[in-house]
């Protein structure tokens, strides 16, 4: 009978719940999958579902509980089923810290996420959006003002399309001067923010001055990674 129960007692302990511990000492609840969608969306600048499919399978199972802890760090979960792209912004309330910093943007930066934006809206539906350097500088072009002489203006746009790339990571280079521009962009510029812009444009080609101040909304950025939110 003592053997019986041993046994007994044996086979329930292995039914009860194993701790989530991932080390020695690990105080963490969540398993290992969940940890990693948390972690990945804190560093940034965006989780993207045909990169990262696994992570985006992990983020729509347990979409409630990560929402539920990035809302302890006053953080919002944005999410785009129909493009799967999702990203974290500042909690939508005046009286909550900053958890995310945003991105200082030149004139020409923003004008070039503008750009951008607009091709990805008005391709939207065709698959894969690529364009090519050489287009967008010559859409911005009209945007060089008196100040500004051609070869400085082209170093200019070159560093805007680099943080495009690198930084913001709205383009992922495809070959020699071609990128393919990213869904989040829908999402991380919005249409007040593109009221804005508009207006500045408008402003800069009615008066003929310099480039207005430079923009600090639309991007942002976890003090680790490089680029939003």
Do not use: C
């Not at 391709?123 to 945007?143: C, D, H, K, N, S």
């Amino acid at each position: 009978m003592t053997e019986l129960r041993a046994e007994s007692e044996l086979e329930r302990d292995e039914d009860e719940p194993r701790e989530t511990g991932l080390w020695p000492g690990d105080t963490g609840t969540l398993p290992d999958r969940t940890r990693r969608v948390l972690l990945r969306l804190i560093r940034g600048p965006y989780l993207a579902g045909a990169r990262e499919g696994q992570l985006w399978g992990v983020l729509l199972s347990d979409e409630a509980i990560i929402r539920s802890r990035l809302a302890d760090l006053f953080l919002d979960l944005v999410i785009d089923r129909d493009h799967e792209v999702a990203f974290v912004r500042n909690a939508p309330s005046e009286s909550a810290p900053r958890a995310v910093r945003t991105e200082a943007l030149t004139f020409l930066d923003t004008a070039m996420l503008l750009v951008l934006r607009q091709t990805l809206l008005s391709e939207e539906g065709t698959g894969r959006v690529i364009v090519g350097q050489t287009e967008v500088f010559e859409q911005l072009a009209v945007f060089r003002t008196p100040d500004r002489d051609e070869k400085d203006f082209a170093s200019r746009l070159s560093s805007s399309w680099h943080k495009m790339q690198n930084k913001l990571r709205v383009l992922h280079a495809v070959g020699d001067d071609r990128a393919e521009i990213s869904p989040v962009l829908r999402l991380i510029v919005d249409a007040d923010q593109v009221r804005g812009i508009t207006a500045e444009y408008q402003r800069l080609a009615a008066q003929g001055g310099k480039e207005p101040h430079d923009f600090a909304e639309g991007v942002t950025s976890d003090d680790h990674a490089d680029l939003p939110g």
